[in-house]
Every structure is written in C-alpha cells, then in structure tokens.
C-alpha cells in the first residue's frame, strides 16, 4: 500500500521516530552509498505558490539520493492556469514519475492529491495548514542539537496565529513526554484555540507577550517570520509586523545551551549579529532538513539504505 | 390544556413521522430543512410552535404525512437540530422512534465554511468531517483540518 505525508496528525509516535532515526542513518551513509538509494527514480515537484528552500531542499534531497525531478514552481505557462483542476493535474502528473511533491494555497490540497494518485503524495506545505516535512526536520534538528526532544521547554515566537509551522510544530511536540511551550506573540496573532484543542495530550503551556522571559527561561526559541501574505487586513499586518526581534543584546541574559531555530526565510525578527553566536541553529537547521527529506523521499519511495 | 384539546390544535396522522422534542424556535429552521428536499414538495406537513411539553416546557414539532424520510435529509437534521425525536406513525401508532445524535462522519452532506479549503475551489471535489467532540459538537474537516462547531456546520449544507 502506498504512504503519503500529508498531515503531522496522521503520524504516530512510533512513525515520526521512524522518520527520525532514519535520517540520522542516512546522514551516516557515506556518499557513495547514498546516492544509489533512489536511482532511475523520477519526483514531481509541483509548486503551486513561490518556495526558495522547500522546493531546493526536495530537489537537493532527491537528486542526492541518485534519483531525478520534474515539476514546476509557480502555475504561470501550465495548464493550471487554464483552469485545469488539481485532480486532473495530479492524474497526468503521476504517469511521469514516482512520487509527488506538493505545495498549494488551498488548505487540504494535498489531501485531496493524495486520494486522486496512486503515488506516494507529499504535502510541502497547503495554504495555513499543515507542513509536515518542516515539523519533522525541526523535530530532527532537536534531537540532533540536544540529544533528545522529552521534557524540552521551547519557546514559539511571533505568529502562531498563521504560521502553519507553528500549528505542526505544536501537533508533533505535544507528543512528547514533558515538553513544555512558551508562547510568545502580539495579543492578535496569539495561538488558535483550536490549535491546542486539537493536540493528542494536554498541552503545558504559557502564553507571555515577553520576548525576554523565552530567552532567559528556555532550551530552544522558535523564532517565525509575521507572514503578511496571511493577513486578510494590511493595516493589521502593519500593526504588528515588528513586534519581536531578536539580537545579540538581547541573547545577554540566555543560558549557554539555548538554541535559536527559525524555519526561515527571516526578515527582521532575528538580528545578523546573532548568527555568529553560538545559539543561532537556524542555518543547521536547513542541512538538517536536507537530511530528513532525503529519509522521507526514501521510506516513500522505497529506497531504504 | 387537556390532550383531547392538544389533538384538536395538531391533529394525530394515521401514517407518516413526528419530529418531536425540537428545541422551541428551532421548528421555522427545521420546515425550511423539509422545504429543501424536494422529495417532500407534496407531502402534508403540520407544524406546532410553542407547544407544551413535560420534558421541554415548551417545543416544536412537525408532523410529516410522508412514506419515507429520505436518508439525506435525517443526517441534515441531526446536524441542524441533534436531540430532537423522530417517531414513526402506522395506524395512528407510534411505530418505533430514533433520537437523533450528532453524526460521527459527515459525508458530502455540507461545504465546509473555511473559505481557503481546496473542497470550495476543487470542481467536483466532496467534503467530508469526522466529529471530534461529541460533547461540544465539534467536527474536523478531513482536508483543511479545521474545527467547527454544528452551529458553524449547520449554515453550509448541500442540497
């Protein structure tokens, strides 16, 4: 039977375990043996709104696993703009390759892909809901920076009220023994209640508008762009675009094992004097996510090392 | 009021369904739900408003002088009105009644109200919800993923 990623919901904790463990044995392929793991394998990379590192991150994983892509990056010149349905894309799509990545603006469309295609269905983010393949490389990145991901206090700052990011993070986290979240936001971007109602165990939680208390108290601080493309109201966005930032001063009082992670791209919430310090993990954290979308391309696939 | 008295206001149906225990001003809501499915265009419908009850104080009902209650428009009552009673009449009798609960599958019967959920843009594409809470009556769409309440829900329904 064929398996998709489509929500972090759908996976246990037994499934992202297996994600994880995975990567870390990838990761420890020498490259040699890596890149025979998908060879003569095809992955379409449909994009139906702009990505840098998603859609990069994919083809890097997939092309380093000896397998090649197809796709596109924005619907202008395919048949999506002539008003083809996303059903019927992803039915032409799927008799060219083996796998489909998708990223879309509607919320649920790569549900809705997965149930059309006999392939293995990839969701790469859809509208504010989910982005599975980001949680399980921020997942991976946890273990990886502090050995474990139980009982850690993370701080989630800025948008919660948009950022798909966010919402996954929390679904997945709170799977975990004993973690603890801190959530930091502008009163109007605060975390959806149905966010936290929907996580599988009582999430332990404070909601702070301090960005400070997240340094000062915290393993990890999750810092996320305020994303103006989610703001049904510019004057709204306007309101509280600049709402944290986060520099080096600002890291004075910070424990000596906090890390900073950031799903990027960052715009100005976190200063570039903090990249230089030990606690910015952000850029590690795209090599990891190379890392866990090679393992997510490979259990898809088939391809296991 | 005697029930000799209450039978001459809504007078008993020899055969057909009672919709009884509806929540006073709910019964309006529910006689445009009958009005929608047209299966229902000829069929006698008697409607009471504001009727004494033991259990309520006061209630709705609609008596539906009908053969059958189409299988789609019980699962949109049960959205719109869960709790109310349906009863069977033959002969005057009550034949066998259901309580109708909140669905556990909410299969293609409404849209779903987040207006960024592919199921509003894809032609052709069905809607589906699984309830989450059966206490606050909470539904989760099974392709945007969010929450909604039967309130919420009970306002899109497909005809």
């Not at chain 1, 944290?244 to 900073?260: E, G, K, S």
Request: overall charge neutral.
């Amino acid at each position: 039977m064929k398996r998709d990623l489509i929500s972090v919901e759908d996976l246990s904790p037994a499934q992202i375990r297996e994600f994880i463990d995975l990567a870390g044995r990838i990761e420890a392929l020498p490259a040699a043996g890596r890149c025979r793991l998908l060879e003569g394998r095809l992955l379409g990379v449909l994009f139906y709104e702009p990505s840098t590192r998603t859609r990069l991150s994919f083809e890097a994983a997939m092309l380093r696993l000896g397998g090649r892509t197809i796709g596109f990056s924005e619907v202008a010149g395919t048949s999506v703009a002539k008003g083809e349905s996303l059903a019927d894309t992803i039915r032409t799509v799927e008799q060219y390759c083996d796998a489909i990545v998708i990223r879309h603006p509607r919320e649920g469309a790569a549900r809705l892909a997965a149930e059309v295609s006999r392939l293995p269905v990839i969701n790469a983010g859809d509208g504010a809901n989910q982005h599975p393949t980001q949680t399980l490389l921020d997942l991976y990145t946890l273990q990886h920076l502090f050995g474990r991901i139980d009982g850690l206090r993370i701080a989630l700052v800025g948008d919660l009220k948009y950022s798909r990011t966010v919402h996954s993070l929390v679904h997945a986290l709170a799977r975990f023994a004993g973690v603890e979240f801190l959530f930091v936001s502008p009163e109007s971007l605060r975390l959806p209640e149905y966010v936290r109602d929907a996580a599988e165990r009582p999430v332990a939680a404070r909601e702070t508008t301090s960005l400070d208390e997240a340094v000062r108290t915290c393993d990890v601080v999750y810092m996320t762009r305020i994303q103006r493309e989610r703001f049904p109201d510019p004057l709204e966005y306007e309101k509280v675009k600049d709402s944290y930032r986060l520099d080096r001063a600002a890291l004075a009082n910070a424990p000596a094992h906090l890390r900073v992670m950031h799903p990027l791209p960052r715009v100005t919430e976190i200063a570039p004097d903090v990249d230089a310090t030990p606690h910015a993990a952000y850029f590690a954290q795209v090599g990891y996510g190379l890392a866990m979308r090679q393992a997510i391309l490979s259990l898809l696939l088939g391809g296991l090392p | 009021m005697s029930p000799a008295e209450k039978v001459l206001l809504i007078p008993k149906i020899e055969n057909g369904f009672v919709i009884d225990h509806i929540p006073t001003g709910t019964g309006i809501r529910i006689l445009n739900l009958v009005r929608q499915h047209r299966e229902l265009d000829t069929v006698v419908i008697t409607l009471g408003l504001h009727c004494t009850s033991r259990r309520l104080g006061r209630k709705d009902l609609i008596k539906i002088q009908a053969a059958e209650l189409p299988r789609r428009f019980l699962q949109h009552l049960s959205l719109v009105s869960p709790g109310v009673t349906v009863k069977r009449v033959r002969d005057f009798r009550v034949a066998e009644k259901v309580v109708l609960e909140a669905p556990e599958l909410i299969d293609d019967l409404l849209g779903c109200p987040n207006p960024n959920c592919i199921t509003n843009h894809e032609r052709g594409s069905g809607t589906c919800f699984h309830l989450v809470d059966r206490e606050t009556r909470t539904f989760r769409c099974n392709y945007c993923e969010r929450h909604f309440g039967q309130a919420e829900l009970g306002t899109t329904l497909k005809f």
